[in-house]
């Protein structure tokens, strides 16, 4: 089964325009963590935000945000006002690991969404 | 302060050759995890290393190995290569394997011909 689901494989969104890129997991594990990373054309991964599996609150960096509803498995980037420079892909991924063991660095990455500003 | 510098960023080679590529974390960071991104297989995690020892371990052949040195550079070496291993080669580096941000190098494009 797929740890981390991304069902939209492309998105065109209007400049300025508020954007929600959709994201499900999957783990037994009551501790985690849930990141999202934007990759340019040029191939860097670059981090946008981290959410915790204890965090109370939804985390915002920014103009990003993520919706984080636990029982439901989702952690939903909602970009807001978009801008031409948001054209890439977007991955969100998981650390899993237990309190005691929360030393697991790996990475479980979803598929990605393209995401493609219009002017 | 500086990010993740991976080193070469473009690489040709033949099959059955070897390569090895280069990764200095964050300063201060002492955890580096290396990626394989395909357009087929997407993104797979390789190995990652912390003070020098190998934690983790993805599902990839012997053919690929890591190591990392006492300032937290690591290398990451491919044996006799072969056209699957054409790829972007990630690594993260993050502080201490708990922390709450893991950073991205720009990659190593690696094309085997």
């Not at chain 1, 204890?54 to 103009?63: F, K, V």
């Not at chain 2, 991104?37 to 290393?49: A, R």
Request: with cysteine; net charge positive.
């Amino acid at each position: 089964a797929q740890k981390i689901t991304q069902t939209q494989p492309g998105m065109f969104v209007q400049e300025k325009e508020a954007v929600t890129l959709d994201c499900t997991y999957d783990t037994s594990d009551q501790s985690y963590g849930l990141f999202w990373y934007k990759q340019p054309s040029s191939g860097e991964m670059i981090f946008l935000i981290y959410q915790g599996s204890y965090d109370e609150q939804n985390a915002t960096e920014g103009r990003y945000s993520l919706n984080f509803q636990k029982a439901r498995k989702s952690a939903n980037l909602v970009i807001s006002a978009s801008q031409l420079g948001d054209s890439a892909m977007y991955f969100c991924a998981m650390r899993e690991g237990s309190i005691s063991n929360f030393g697991n660095e790996k990475l479980t990455f979803g598929t990605g969404t393209r995401l493609t500003i219009i002017p | 302060k500086a990010g993740v510098t991976q080193t070469p960023r473009y690489l040709i080679k033949t099959r059955g050759q070897q390569v090895t590529l280069s990764c200095s974390p964050i300063s201060g960071h002492r955890s580096v995890s290396w990626y394989q991104q395909t357009p087929g297989q997407g993104l797979q995690f390789l190995f990652e290393y912390f003070s020098e020892t190998q934690r983790n371990k993805g599902n990839f052949p012997g053919r690929f190995s890591g190591r990392q040195f006492s300032n937290s550079r690591s290398e990451m070496n491919v044996s006799t290569l072969e056209l699957g291993d054409s790829a972007l080669y990630l690594c993260a580096s993050s502080l201490d394997g708990r922390g709450t941000e893991a950073f991205f190098g720009q990659g190593t494009r690696l094309t085997v011909v």
